[in-house]
Every structure is written in structure tokens, then in C-alpha cells.
């Protein structure tokens, strides 16, 4: 998708220094959600750099429009970059500025578990987990006025918030929570999600944290999962660290390989 969506951004971004008056507002809106999806999409693609170029353009047309949705979005998926490097200052900071942003529940939902990872980062259980409760008390929000969310958080759900709580139970040293909340997470996921290349994350933490927990028959049938849906989706950087981790379960040799 990369290519097509680089000639979307391209013509957005030359239109954006072109277009003027009454339609300038609805363009430069457009263009934001745009540059946030091709962000996200490089992000997910292993190019950091550039998704962060594209992330600033997103707020700064974002910013134009007044899109507090869009302000919040950009500040939690760059905050997001920082968890991706495992970078607890800038992943905390900014997830908290996406959280006091006059966004929609579900938004603000999702900038709350993040900030809770960070928090899971540093040892400090007791913030962690009252921000995982306030993003379900959002997600909840989120739930019943559906109008009120933007679209690009289409994905979101109580089953992916359950997913993210796995995630932070995990940092926590609490595995055997992390495994029920991913596993009950990714079970309830539409049946067009399961297979998605962006719940790959996800089911090798639980692989992982399964191995962690000495059920190596679960962690490799977990794990195989995990390939099946790499190879077809082709993202071969993790299908590759997969295959490496197999290998280890083979071998009796229970090391991790987490997101």
C-alpha cells in the first residue's frame, strides 16, 4: 500500500501549499488523516523516520484545522514510535498530552493505555493500572455515542483494550494475567481481524510470555500462528524472528522474542 498512499501524500502535501479561501480548511483536514495513515503504515512498516515526517505534517495540518481528534491521534502515535524503541520518557510524555487534548473518548482511550505501557515501563504498577481502568471507562464512553469517533480508530474495541492490558500485565512481571486478557482479546477480534498482520505483536507476546510459563506445547502452536499470518501478510521481518524462536522452543532453549 506504501506506493499508493506516497502519491496520495504527495499531491496532498503540493495542494496544501496551493489551495487558499473557503475549501483550505477541508483540505488541509483531509491531507492530516492522509499523512497520520501513511505514519502509521511506515511505522508498521519498520521506517520510523519517515513516519515521524508524516506524523509532524498530520499535526501541523491537523493543528490547522482544528481537528482535536486528529491533535490527539498524532501526539499518541508518536508517542507510539517511542514505545516501539522502548523509550519510556517521550512514550509517557506524549501519550499524556494525547490524553488532555479535547478529543473523543475512544481517542483519548487509546492514549491512556499507551501512557499505562509507559508507566508498566518504569515498575510504577499502581499509575499503570489506573490509567488502564480510566481507558476503559473511555472505551466504554466511546462505545455508547459511536458518532462522536473519528474515523481512522475504526479498530478499536473493549477486545483490543484487552489486548493492550495483556501488554502492560506482561511489563509487570504478571504473566499469567498478560496471557488471559491477550488471549481473551484476540479471541473476541471480527473474524476479518484475526489474521491481520498488526495483531502479530500481540500474539508473540503471548507466545512469549506462554514459553515464559513453561507451556512450550502452547507458546509453539502460538508461535506457528504467528508465522502463518507473517508469511501471508508478508511481513518477513517478523516472520523471521519467529522462525528463530521455534527454533528455540525445539530446542528446549525457552528464550523470549517480544515486541
Keep these: ?62 493543528t490547522e484545522a482544528g481537528n482535536s481528534d486528529m491533535i490527539a491521534t498524532v501526539l499518541s502515535m508518536r508517542g507510539h514510535l517511542a514505545w516501539q524503541h522502548r523509550r519510556p520518557g517521550p512514550l509517557i510524555g506524549l501519550s499524556a498530552a494525547a490524553l488532555r487534548q479535547p478529543a473523543s473518548p475512544g481517542v483519548r482511550a487509546l492514549a491512556a493505555q499507551q501512557e499505562a505501557r509507559g508507566h ?14 480510566q481507558a476503559m471507562d473511555l472505551a466504554t464512553q466511546a462505545t455508547e455515542a459511536p458518532d462522536r469517533e473519528p474515523p481512522w480508530i475504526y479498530f478499536h474495541s473493549l477486545d483490543y483494550l484487552k489486548m493492550q492490558r495483556g501488554l502492560t500485565y506482561r511489563l509487570l512481571g504478571d504473566n499469567a494475567l498478560a496471557v488471559e486478557h491477550l488471549r481473551t482479546g484476540l479471541h ?7 489474521g491481520a498482520a498488526w495483531t502479530v505483536p500481540y500474539r508473540i507476546d503471548l507466545a512469549a510470555t506462554l514459553a515464559e510459563l513453561g507451556d512450550v506445547s502452547a507458546a509453539r502452536e502460538a508461535y506457528e ?27 528446549g532453549n525457552l528464550r523470549t522474542y517480544t515486541t
Design 1 to 62: 500500500m506504501l506506493p499508493a498512499v506516497r502519491i496520495q501524500l504527495n499531491l496532498l502535501a503540493t495542494l496544501s501549499t496551493e489551495v487558499r479561501g473557503d475549501s483550505r480548511a477541508r483540505l488541509v483536514d483531509l491531507a492530516a488523516q492522509w499523512a497520520q495513515f501513511g505514519g502509521w503504515l511506515n511505522a508498521a512498516a519498520g521506517h520510523p523516520r519517515v513516519a515521524g515526517r508524516w506524523y509532524s505534517a498530520a499535526l501541523e495540518w491537523g
Design 120 to 133: 508498566a515501563l518504569i515498575g510504577a504498577a499502581s499509575t499503570a493500572i489506573g490509567l488502564l481502568d
Design 188 to 194: 473476541g477480534l471480527p473474524p476479518y481481524a484475526k
Design 225 to 251: 500462528r504467528v508465522q502463518a499470518i507473517a508469511e501471508t501478510t508478508g511481513t518477513e521481518h517478523l516472520a523471521r524472528r519467529v522462525e528463530s524462536a521455534v527454533r528455540s522452543l525445539s530446542a
